[in-house]
């Protein structure tokens, strides 16, 4: 199975700036997720991290607000743009190996906005 | 509309004890179902995954149950540990193939006492 390491594992930020979330596979992955968890919720996911070329977001979320990169198998990288106290939220990186269809997730970034 | 529901919301049980957690789903296409344990702070970790074929997966003291005629499952735990309070979400895979979606579930909170 792949581990998944995210950075930072925590955070409190200041409204109106930008966090970067790193996360780093193991292994390679077909397909790299990233989701939001907000207290005592489901996770949600944001968007599909496709290597070389545009994030695929879910509805409800947008480039501008979430851009993603992933310029490798193995990297990820997630930016809260922005930030309002309702982006405070456990931010997980996951992923998915095409031969097993087994989903992996990181530990989450738990991030506060104040 | 494809939703997965879970009960309990949540469960205290005395350690040493079993206890059943119940997860209803209504998603097509069906894929495959998931346990995940996640514990506090952390990201989701695999317990077992079911396809439509399979009736029962076992890990450990955990094994799980799936029904596809009533599209139920079940994961049961036995003698119960400390160890085992976490929150368990019941995870449903719909569509085919290596971009099928994750449809989650809210979870059951665990609490083992001593």
Redesign the interface.
Known sequence: ?AV?SQKPSRDICQRGTSLTIQCQVDSQV??MFWYRQQPG?????IATANQGSEATYESGFVIDKFPISRPNLTFSTLTVSNMSPEDSSIY?C?G?D?SY????????T?LTVL | KNQVEQSPQSLIILEGKNCTLQCNYTVSPF??L?W?KQDT??????LT?MTFSENTKSNGRYTATLDADTKQSSLHITASQLSDSASY?CVV?AGGG?????I????TLLAVQP
Do not use: C, D
């Open positions: 199975s998944i077909t397909m919720q489901s996770l949600t996911l997980l996951s998915r095409g269809n087994e989903q992996f997730f990181g530990p989450g738990r | 894929s495959n998931r995940y702070g952390r990201g989701p970790v695999s995954i979400i895979s290596a971009t099928n979606k994750l989650f579930g809210t979870g």
